[in-house]
């Protein structure tokens, strides 16, 4: 199960974080926050060969004692990290990329609402409930 679902901006600042309800809800913020820098690395590693494709799914990030950490990014400099539990072995790699998948267009469909400003931080009711199926899922 994820524990922590999270949409990162181009210049690195938080546009939507889900957390589950816990007594430490800020390790989680600070587990997203310290996974930027990996993410940053693996992009720039990418970058170097310009006749690579690009792969938008990172993988795992990092696993610590109790989380194991996966990236995406989008073209245009999106990012989405989950955290799911260590103890979780059931899931694959696959399974996190349909996740990965699903996260994108969701963020697509409310991106492309003429309400939304480009930007500004994820209210939309649709989006969050495509979040907590994904956290729910196993």
Avoid: W
């Amino acid at each position: 199960m994820a524990v922590c679902v999270a949409v990162i901006g181009k210049e690195n600042y938080p546009l939507f974080i889900k957390t589950i309800p816990t007594d430490n809800e800020l390790k989680f913020y600070y587990t997203v926050h310290t996974s930027l820098d990996v993410v940053e690395e693996k992009i720039s590693a990418v970058g170097k060969n310009a006749n690579d494709l690009r792969e938008l799914y990172l993988g795992l990030l990092y696993p610590t004692e109790d989380y194991k950490v996966y990236g995406y990014v989008t073209n245009s400099k999106i990012k989405f990290v989950i955290v799911v539990e260590t103890s979780n072995t059931a899931l694959r790699d696959n399974e996190i990329r349909s996740k990965f998948r699903k996260l994108h267009n969701a963020y697509v469909d409310m991106f492309c609402n003429p309400f939304y400003t480009p930007g500004e931080n994820i209210t939309s009711k649709t989006f969050e409930k495509v979040v907590s199926d994904i956290m729910c899922q196993d």
